[in-house]
């Protein structure tokens, strides 16, 4: 299995542009997390999905952020306007709905500079 | 405030040596206690998941231990290696939450040779 498969692995934008990082689960999973990562504040989850379905997105810091799921395979975190406080690791993890023991596995993230 | 305290926040130790990482919760109650291990440049990577029943738990040179009593998780390196430099993740589920999982701030190991 090729894991959790992120892209692109790095991003270097400017302020006020619109991102979008992508982001595919390992096959058969069915939740989906977006987290963010800086040295300030560590790992913060800021989405996740069951079966494709957004069930808490409360992490989301800002309405300039949305993530979209349309289908099992393929999930999108978008950024617009993006701004330089935005520039973070970005994590997305997947795992089985076990609500009980289940690993999420985690892709190798993206790193996002604004300028 | 974060719920899950982890310390040292960093730590260096020369290869070959032992080392304890510890980890102080508030989350209460709590479905499982994880630790992660994390690469420079890359994601986290489960170590060991232990519910709380569990005691300890071990995963080669690495054995988490768990006090629910006093909320309180340790992981012990042994003989450590080079390739064990990495930052240690503590990470707590909370029940009923879907997959709601609470993270502390890591400890940042290097180990030298």
């Known amino acids: 299995d090729a894991g959790v498969i992120q892209s692109p692995r790095h991003e270097v934008t400017e302020m006020g542009q619109e991102v979008t990082l992508r982001c595919k689960p390992i096959?058969?999973?069915?939740?989906l997390f977006w987290y963010r990562q800086t040295m300030m504040r560590g790992l913060e989850l800021l989405i996740y999905f069951n079966n494709n379905v957004p069930i808490d997105d409360s992490g989301m810091p800002e309405d300039r952020f949305s993530a979209k799921m349309p289908n099992a395979s393929f999930s999108t975190l978008k950024i617009q306007p993006s701004e330089p406080r935005d520039s973070a690791v970005y994590f997305c993890?997947?795992?089985?709905?076990?609500?009980?023991?289940?690993?999420?596995?985690f892709g190798p993230g993206t790193r996002l500079t604004v300028l | 405030k974060n719920q899950v305290e982890q310390s040292p926040q960093s730590l260096i130790i020369l290869e070959g040596k032992n080392c304890t990482l510890q980890c102080n919760y508030t989350v209460s109650p709590f479905s499982n206690l994880r630790w992660y291990k994390q690469d420079t440049g890359r994601g986290p990577v489960s170590l060991t998941i232990?519910?709380?029943?569990?005691n300890t738990k071990s995963n080669g040179r690495y054995t988490a231990t768990l006090d629910a009593d006093t909320k309180q998780s340790s992981l012990h390196i042994t003989a450590s290696q080079l390739s064990d430099s990495a930052s240690y993740i503590c990470v707590v589920r909370i029940p009923g939450a879907g997959n709601m999982l609470t993270f502390g701030g890591g400890t940042r190991l290097m180990v030298k040779p």
């Open positions: 096959s058969g999973h069915n939740s």
């Open positions: 232990m519910t709380f029943s569990e």
């Open positions: 993890a997947s795992s089985l709905r076990d609500p009980s023991y289940n690993e999420q596995f």
